[in-house]
């Protein structure tokens, strides 16, 4: 599928200037705390692009191919139950039994694993603020505070300091494995995934040139007549229309009436539905309060003028997800001017990411909270976010606070074959590109990406994603057979 047409990027790439040192030209992603310098200049685009050219003589594109078979690699399930540390016990085998249930959930909550195979791949030396967890399922829609739907980012749990291909892997391996599951032959899998890397290279190259500014302020509704200039066929626009329209219907008044129920005075209580959604104790409820008023005090002003207009009716825990299942997650109903002005907020536990122990992370001071980092990270990878995005601290554990299901949707990918999965697999690529190149430096990605005339990148990183299709293949089947042993327990019915 070409996308050509829809991107203005070079024809041709001027040669790489001999002696140039990427260290000392492609821009840092973040700083401790950014001090604004406003007398010193940056390289120019063009020299850092050369520099990150540069980078593919120390790293070129085929090293990214290879998955080789680490003799000291642990053992996946001891990875998977290193990470149940901390969380909530009695919810762990309902975690184990929604990763059982395809290779690709397992992907999803395997995250830690993939983290230490990623940690011995080669990297190019260009860091970002990485996603973290960019898998397919990853990527949807949600609402603006002018009520718009976009397309982008829409989960940062993971988000950190790091090498951009490794999001861009976790993409690749993410499409490669959803894919499979859902029966796609091998070459539309792999054509899937280079298109998906296609859609990186090509938009990165479209960004290097162009203002930061530009860059900040570009977003992809999700109803408009293109994808932020992606064609679509009529069959992908019949997609986007239905999850569109999806999308609108869900709000705070719709979820109200799905997910709470009248008291005997009149008064609104969230409905039990164990065990997603259980009730909490009254310390536990206070608990809940107290964090949100201090979570108010990490609003901007204006915002917390607005909140102030509300007062908590219920709170109860809520599970969500595959990978965060187990983590403390809760969901609170507040009413406003009436009891039909409702508001839902997800007040969600933030723990370290799984990509930590490779990385240095994110600078001070938003390493010292982790709620402030995942917080901090989506406002600086989302095009567009949510108004109420805050962080908090409840009985000594970090949180972070969102809207809960406003507006939001998503694309169903791997069901998807065809020219339809192929616009997508580009889209995803594309908005993974602009998310890193509002932090990360742009033009030497490009670089180092190249054009995306040649296949090298896209080819490499195809067979990459095969490779590790059949590891994380492999992975699921002895995460199944340690639940058949009795080692790990799991929930007897993992759609709750």
Not at 37 to 62: F, M, N, S, T
Not at 245 to 255: F, G, P, V, Y
Not at 384 to 405: A, E, N, S
Request: charged letters at 25%; hydrophobic letters at 40%; proline letters at 7%.
């Amino acid at each position: 599928m070409d996308h050509s047409q829809s991107e203005n990027f070079m024809a041709v790439e001027a040669p790489a200037q001999s002696g140039v040192q990427a260290g000392d030209v492609v821009l840092a992603p973040l700083a401790d705390f950014p001090r604004i310098d406003l007398r010193a200049g940056v390289e120019p685009w063009d020299k850092r692009r050369q520099a990150g050219k540069a980078l593919r003589a120390d790293v070129p594109h085929a090293a990214h191919a290879d998955l080789p078979a680490e003799a000291d690699r642990p053992d996946p399930v001891t990875l998977i139950e290193s990470a149940h540390a901390g969380r909530q016990p009695h919810l762990i085998p309902l975690r184990v039994a929604r990763m059982a249930t395809s290779p690709f959930s397992f992907l999803r909550g395997a995250a830690h694993v993939m983290a230490w195979d990623l940690s011995r791949s080669p990297r190019s030396g260009i860091d970002v603020v990485m996603n973290g967890d960019a898998h397919t399922d990853n990527f949807g829609l949600f609402g603006t505070p002018q009520r718009d739907v976009v397309l982008d980012l829409n989960d940062f749990d993971e988000v950190t300091v790091g090498p951009w291909e490794w999001d861009l892997k976790r993409l690749a391996a993410g499409l490669a494995v959803a894919t499979a599951d859902a029966g796609a032959t091998p070459d539309a899998r792999r054509e899937a995934v280079m298109e998906a890397v296609s859609g990186y290279q090509r938009t990165m190259r479209r960004l290097a040139p162009e203002g930061s500014l530009d860059v900040w302020y570009q977003t992809t509704l999700a109803d408009a007549p293109d994808l932020g200039g992606i064609r679509m066929d009529a069959e992908a626009r019949a997609v986007v229309r239905r999850a569109v329209d999806k999308a609108r219907r869900k709000n705070n008044r719709s979820l109200l009436a799905q997910v709470a129920e009248r008291r005997t005075d009149g008064g609104w209580r969230l409905r039990a539905d164990p065990p997603i959604l259980t009730p909490v104790d009254d310390a536990t409820r206070q608990s809940i309060v107290s964090g949100l008023e201090r979570y108010a005090e990490t609003l901007p002003r204006e915002r917390r003028f607005m909140l102030n207009r509300y007062h908590v009716v219920d709170v109860a825990h809520r599970v969500v997800g595959v990978g965060s299942v187990g983590t403390r997650a809760y969901v609170a109903l507040l009413c406003g001017n009436s009891d039909r002005d409702a508001l839902f907020l997800q007040v969600k536990e933030a723990v370290s990411p799984a990509n930590a122990p490779y990385l240095p992370g994110m600078p001070a001071p938003y390493a010292g909270h982790e709620g402030e980092r995942v917080i901090y990270g989506q406002r600086l990878l989302q095009a567009v976010g949510d108004p109420l995005l805050g962080w908090t601290t409840i009985d000594g554990r970090p949180f972070y606070v969102r809207q809960m299901k406003n507006l939001k949707g998503a694309i169903p990918l791997a069901e998807m074959s065809g020219p339809p999965l192929l616009t997508f697999s580009y889209a995803y690529g594309a908005l993974l590109a602009r998310a890193h190149a509002r932090t990360g430096d742009a033009a030497a990605i490009a670089g180092y990406c190249g054009s995306g005339k040649r296949p090298d990148l896209r080819e490499a990183l195809a067979d990459w994603a095969a490779a590790y299709a059949e590891r994380n293949a492999e992975d699921f089947g002895r995460f199944r057979e340690a639940i058949a042993s009795g080692r790990l327990e799991a929930a007897a019915d993992p759609c709750l």
